[in-house]
Every structure is written in C-alpha cells, then in structure tokens.
C-alpha cells in the first residue's frame, strides 16, 4: 500500500507539471465534420480514418469527409466501429448493428435485434460478438449464421476482448469464454459489480475501472481488486482501451496515459483537459487521434512536442541565460522568463506598449537586452533602463564596449554610463544624441544585425545594402562575386561567420572572403532563413517552411516540418538548449526533443474513390471499355497519408510512359482529349521523406474506336478508295497517253513545217547565189576573159559543193562556215578586180571546230556588204569579218567601208523602185523560224558608220548566235 500512495503522489504531482498540449490539429465542423460530438474512431486496412459521431458516420482521407446513412437507421449516433474484409460495421446506443456498402449507405443487420447497448467485437476473425444481458450472441459475418448462448449471470459494460477469447465483469464474477468452447466464471470478492465498467488484460494483468466513483482504477488479481493510482476526484471514464502500446483512460476532462503496467506514462500528464475525450486511437504513421464530444478530433503527430501559451500573447523572441534561465518576448513589449518546472511563464517587464520585442541577447553577462520600439536594458538585479533607439541587435566588442545595431545606423555605446573604450581600428563618425555613444557610419543606414569574432577583432554588421566589416586590416563591403550579401541575422561558428538572408539562403564567411553558400540546391529547407542560433558546431535555422540543423563539420542537415513536430502556427524564433528545441510562435512557446525521429518511413496509400466519365460518375472495374465518346476521364482519388498531408507528392504515368507530378492537394487527375486505345494509367504517392508507395494503383480502361475507325470500316473504305483510284487512274492514263499522242503530232507537224521552210529558204537563197555567180561567169565569157572565167569557174565549183554539202544540215562547224565564206569572198572578189580587201578573223582561245552554227547564216550579211556597201565605191573597198566568244555564244560581226545603207537604198530606188534584196528577205524569214525553237533567241543589231563631216562611211552588222549544238 506504500508502494501505492507514492504512485498515486507521483501521479497527482505530476499532473500540474505537464500542463499543457501537444502541437496537435482540430478537425471540426469548420472543416467538414458534421459535428464535434466524436465517440468512436478506427482506421481501416485500406487506411481511412472511419468518424462514429451524433449524426451517424463518416469517412475521412485527410482532406475530405464521406458520410453514411441508411433509411433503416433508427439512432443517428453511433458508436464501436469495427471491420470485416472491407465493410465497416457500428452500433447505434439502442444496440442496433449497421454495415457499410460500397454506395455510402448504411445497412441494418436484421438479424442482430436491438436488445440494449453492449460493446461488440470480433474473435476468430469473423464472428461479430455482442454480450446481452445474459446471453452471448454471435453472427458469422463469413456464412450469416447466428447462435444465441446463454450464460450464468448478467453481462456488465465491462468488456474486453482478445483475437480468440471473450472476457467480461458479470454479476457472478469474470467470465472467460471461447466462440463454441465452455465458459468459466471466476467470483470477484466484491459486495457488487455494478459499479465497474471497464476491463483490460494488459500483458496478463487485468485492470477494471469505474466510470466516476473512487477509486477509478483496480486490479484483478484472481478474485481480489486491488485499487491502484487514482484519477482526480471528479474524473468521468468515458472509455478505456489499450492503444499504441499504451493504456489510454479517456474522461470528461481529457485523457491520460499509463504504460502496460498501469504506471503514469509521461509523467502523468493529462492531454487536452479541455476536451470532453471518448476515444484514442493510433494511426499506422504513429499519429495519435482523440475524439472528443466537445471539441470534434484533434490530432498529434507526436506527445512529444507542447505548447505553452500566454494570455492569448504571441510569442516573438527567446533567449536562455547560461544558468539556464528561459526568456521569452511578446508582441505586446513584455519580457517573460519560462517556468519549465511548472509550464508557465512570469511577467519580468513590459507590456505598455503593442510593440513586439524581436530580439534577447546578453551581450555581457548580467545584463538582458532585449529590442522593440528601443533597445530595452534589464538588469538581472531587477532595474530596466531605455536605449533611446529602435535597436535590432548587440554584440560586445570588449568588456565596457557594444555594437549596437538599429534602424539608422551602427552605435558603438559603453556600459552603464562608462565611456566606451574604442578599438584604435575601429573609427567612429561623430557622436549621437545620446552620451558615450558614436555613430560608426556617416550616413543614416538601416542595419539589421551585429556579430563579433575576437580572434580577428573583426565586426561584421548586416545592412540593407549588404554586409560590412570592420578590423585591424581596414573596413569595407563584403559581397559574392560583386552581389550584395543581403543579411537578415548573422551567427559565428567555429571562427566562421554564416549570415542568413531573405532570399539567397545561408553565406559562409572567413575573414573578408565568402568560403561557402547554401542553398536549397544543397539541401536548404529555403532560401529565406530568417533566424540563426548556434549550438557547437550546428546552425539552426528557422525558414518559412520549418526548422532546419545544419552540421558545419560533417555538413549534414536535420530538418523539423509541420509532419514531425512543429505547430502551423507563425514561427518567429528559435532556441536550441540541450535536445531540447524552443520555439516562439503566435500560439505560445513550443518545445520538443530533437532526438525525436524525424523520418516518416510508412509508405502513403492512394485509394481511387470514383471515377468520371465526361463528367459522369461510373462504376470502376479493371479493363473497362468506354464509348468512342467518351474524351474526358477524371479519376478522385485520396492520398491517405495524414502526418504530411500538405507535402505528399502525387504523381502518375500513361501507358509506362514518363512520372509527372499533379498539384498539391488536387485530388483528382484530369484525362482529357483522349483518343480510341488502351490506356493503364498508375498512380502513387510520395511522403514528406521521398518515401512512395509500396505498390502504385492501376487503373486500365480502353476506349472504343468511331466506326470510321473499326477495322471493316477501314478495309470497307479502302477496297472503296483503291477501285476508285484504279479506275481513276486508268481513265487518267488514257487521257494522258491521247494528250502526249496529240501534242507528240502536233510537236512533229511543227517540226516538219520549219524543217520545210528552212529548205525552202535555203533552196529560194542557194539558187539565187548561183544565179548571181553564173552572171558574173558570163561576163568574163563576153569580155573575152578566159582566165578570170576559169579561176573563178573553179572557185564557184569548190563552192557549189560545200553548200550542197552544208545545205542538208541543221547545224554546222563554225570552221566549215568560215571556209564557205572565204570562197564566196574569193568569188566575189574577182568582179572587184584590186579595188577590194577583206580580212576573217577570230578572237584568240577560240576553237571554230567546235562551235556549231545554221549553215549560210552569215553570208548574206557578207553579201549585202559587198553588193550593196562597196560595190558602187570607185576604190580602196574593205570589208572584215571577226567572230569572237562571249559567255552566252559568238558574236559575228561584218564591218564595210561602203557607201552605207542608206546611199545604197537610194541607188537601188533608181534602178528599180520593185528591187527588194532577197537575200535579205530570206535571212530575216529564216531568223524568225529558228528563234521559235531555240531557249536562247539569235539577235542582230546593224550601225550605220559616219566620217568627220557626217557623210556614210560604211556599216556594221553584228549577229549574236547563242552557242547551239547538234543532237546526237
């Protein structure tokens, strides 16, 4: 019994030294809960969080809330859930039993009539076991068989059971029994057991509670109860069950907790004494869950973690002295120091003002600075004293000199009314309002914080320009690579200064270089690191996100998030002491240890919940096909996974193609313009700690092709389209063969046509030089010149030939031209007698044998030279004749010193007014035939040639001929 009163003392005791909560969420009917009367909680094997409240039941994914009803229900409340393959089983207070369908209804188990309200449980797996009055009655939920047992005595609320076995507190005694076994009552030497209403075997040990009379705990020990360590006075057991390796009591004013054995677990404190509590639950993250009746559920992800409030006050700055002594500011300007012993908090100065203190520190010892509106001394003698500054920060130089850091600048300032003892390094700028205190810039300058290294006596002041220092090697502007270090707070670490910033996360600092930087590239929470404490070699940091650690020797990091142990409240500093971490949020001091494990290895749980069909819900099964309308699919799905609820990462692929991630907090995947085809489609779920899903969730469909898709509609359409492209393409065909036939005709028609007009030219020119050559013989015959008559009968035969030769070809060789020429200027040089020269020339590099040109298309512009220019000139008569190359063909050019076109025209008007130069005719007639078929046109530009005085002097025929050559 002594053993016994100390348990009890220690209990008591300990009750006022744990006041207050765990960091926890409520989830209430401000968030979808239809009530905040909770009675019963269970997590299913799928792993949703099943609600049995006063308005019947709902199901929870973390995010959002599914409830249940039936017509049959006659109670909304309901109570004791319990599960069989799948299906949620409950009970409403007259003892009515409900399953759950899979389309959110409620069902009424008929076969269970209502006979009053005793808790249900399940043995051997399958049979639903309910203890009536006196009268076991079970239902095999596997074949729907019902038994009704009888038993000696009447069954009390005092139940307890295991995997196989049934025991209770009857008016008899306790009751041990098995489903089909015989059934033992062991007396309890008791004047009566109404009194006791709940039983546990806890490890053998059963223990049995009342429900508001002392004492409120006992154990059975064979037929004798033995009282154990009480509850307060007034306590109301609202339920009692063994959870997450504890024994959880629930009451009308909180619940407590008991190790196995029924000693206080954690020092006995009482959760949540606000909440009327009525179960406790444990998910398989390790979250405890309590349902309350006033409150709706709270959750805590660990009993490790507290908050401690203040007046509603928000919680701004911390600091803790080397005695250990814990202070805390406030918004409201007030200096509090924390009562760890007994969790609560004594008001030291302040609280005149709703200007928030933003930072504590103890430059020197004895004396606590802390800064809001002005730079507040308080001594630990009790006096507070008022620097007449809107201080940020303080470090001392040496034992009677601060830096002190404010929104205008840097003051160096002595202690308590001593002249400060300057560094001689260190200059000042000129003196402030205040006595003993120097301005250390010339200019007003918003600095945000000080720090000191004694090793280097370098002072380094953060500003909103970027970091300074100052030291014995001289002053200057810190910066990385040119940018600006735009500082928040700065910390030493083993001779190093880090300095933490809005944006570009933490800067390490040696001397006056920048030797390190982190990011979140290198596994920065963030890039805003807004508080920085020290703790040996470790750097805390406080960013938007949570709290980080950062090990500056072996450069890991620990980081603490909403998912481990922080509040959602607004984080304003931290404090580390020991393994024990301080926080000041807007709710109040939070603490916790910091060897707590941080690393949630249970892997998240997606579960489909239905699915959409162009916006229609359908029913799911594996390998559904949908219509070839159907080009929306929406799939609603819930990431069961509530400790880190807010950083799960969902993401799916199509078809074993590529990972792609969804927004947070969607819940839906949105499929749309989706094509005919199959389509298996995977989704998972990564925690917090990169942990996935052990095995992601399929869902396979395939949709129907159009008709003008299915495969005789495609072989239909192309027998359709390949006999219409045959008999296309076959009249086509035909219709191409007569067009070429009749362009081939009408192409040779034209052929034969200029091919007969060139002949005919060719045969109207080649008599008519024959007629003039005859005439010029038959001269000399009557002039009685036999010898001119032979030379040149010999020349005209040599002649003859050539053009006879040159007469049936289309093209000739430039050289061939030229000798016809030379003949036929020999010929007519013979009637000039040796009046007349002439010259033929080519231009250099210019090879006559291969250059082809019509035959006899030069000469008649020779021959109008020397009938018509030099012919009616007395003496001195010269005609040349020069072919030269150019790039796109030759140039003929036949040049006379005549009497010129136009004196030869009037000479001819007098002779006959009919005289027209056939030569001339034909030549031109003969330019227009070959042009029709050439790419490149024959041209021909004559120039009449004038002396001095104006007077014709000649002409100059020049005849481009494009370089043409002969088919093969």
Known sequence: MKQLYILWVVCLCSLTLWGQDPVHRVINNLNGLPCNTVYYLKQDKTGFIWIAHDRGLSRYDGKRFVHYSGKEQQGKALSNLLEYYGTVYCQDFSGNFYRTTPGQNLVKIKALQAKGYAPAGILNGNLLTVPVTDTLRTLNLATGA??????????????????????????????????????????????????????????????????????????????????????????????VQ???????????????????????????????????????????????????LNKGLIMAMTLQARVYPYENRNITALHQTPDGSLYAGTDANQLLRFNAIKGRFDSITGGTSRHEIINIQEPLPGQIYFFSDKAYIHGLAGNTSVFQAAGKSAVAINPTTLAIAYSSGTAITGIQGVPPKLPAWLPVAGNMAVPNTYMLFNKPLRCKGVAYIPRTETLYITTVEGLYYFSPKGKGFITDSGVPIMGIQARVVQGSLYVGTSNSGVYKVTGTKVQGHLTVKDGLLGNAVYRLRVQGNRLWMLMDNGIQCYDTQNHKFTAYLTSDCLSRADLRDILPSGNTLYAATSEGLLEFNTQL?????????????????????????????????????????????????????????????????????????????????????????????????????????????????????????????????????????????????????????????????????????NPHFLFNALNTIQSYIYTN?????????????????LILDLSGKELVPLSEELRALTLYIELEKLRFEDSFTYTISTSPGLSPETIYVPPMLIQPYVENAMKHGLLHKKNNRVLALHISAEQTGIVACVEDNGIGRRRSGELNARRSKNHQSFATYANHKRLEILNRGLPKKIWLHITDKHDENGNACGTVVRLHIPYLYPEK
């Not at 154990?219 to 509850?231: R, T």
């Not at 196995?260 to 009482?270: E, L, Q, R, V």
């Open 146 to 239: 019902y038994t009704a047992t009888p038993v000696k005595g009447y069954f009390s609320s005092a139940v307890f059971y295991t995997s196989n076995r049934l025991e209770a507190i009857t008016n008899n005694g306790l009751l041990q029994c098995t489903p089909g076994g015989q059934a033992t009552i062991t007396p309890i030497n008791t004047a009566s057991t109404n009194h006791l209403f709940f039983l546990l075997n806890s490890g053998g040990r059963r223990f049995v509670f009342t429900k508001n009379t002392a004492p409120h705990v006992y154990e059975l020990s064979g037929s004798m109860l033995h009282p154990l360590a009480d509850l307060p006075a007034h306590t109301f057991i609202q339920n």
């Open 242 to 292: 063994i959870e997450g390796g504890y024994i959880w009591v629930s009451t009308s004013a909180g619940a407590y907790c008991f190790n196995k054995d029924m000693t206080p677990a954690f020092n006995g404190h009482c959760f949540f004494k606000e909440a009327s509590v009525s179960n406790v639950i444990t998910d398989r993250e390790g979250n405890y869950w309590f349902a309350t």
């Open 597 to 765: 494990s941080t690393f949630n290895s249970v892997a998240p749980v997606i579960h489909i919940n239905r699915v959409m069909v162009n916006g229609r819900p359908v029913h799911y099964r594996a390998g559904m096909v949908l219509s070839y309308r159907s080009h929306t699919v929406d799939i609603d799905y819930a990431t069961l996974a509530y400790k880190g609820e807010d950083a799960v990462t969902v993401q799916y692929k199509v078809n074993n193609g590529r990972w792609s991630s969804l927004a947070e907090r969607s819940g839906v995947l949105n499929l749309a313009y989706l094509s005919d085809g199959s389509y298996n489609v995977a989704l998972r779920a990564i925690n917090e700690d990169g942990v996935a899903s052990v095995k992601p969730v399929l869902f396979t469909f395939s949709i129907q092709a159009p008709v003008y898709k299915r495969w005789w509609f495609i072989m239909l359409c192309a027998v359709a389209a390949s006999t219409a492209a045959v008999l296309y393409y076959r009249n086509r065909i035909k219709a191409i063969r007569q067009k070429n036939e009749l362009i081939t005709q009408k192409l040779k028609l034209e052929h034969e046509l200029q091919q007969s007009i060139l002949s005919t030219v060719r045969s109207q020119m």
């Open 785 to 801: 010149e036999r010898e001119q008559a032979s030379l040149y009968l010999g020349k005209f035969s040599e002649l003859t030939r």
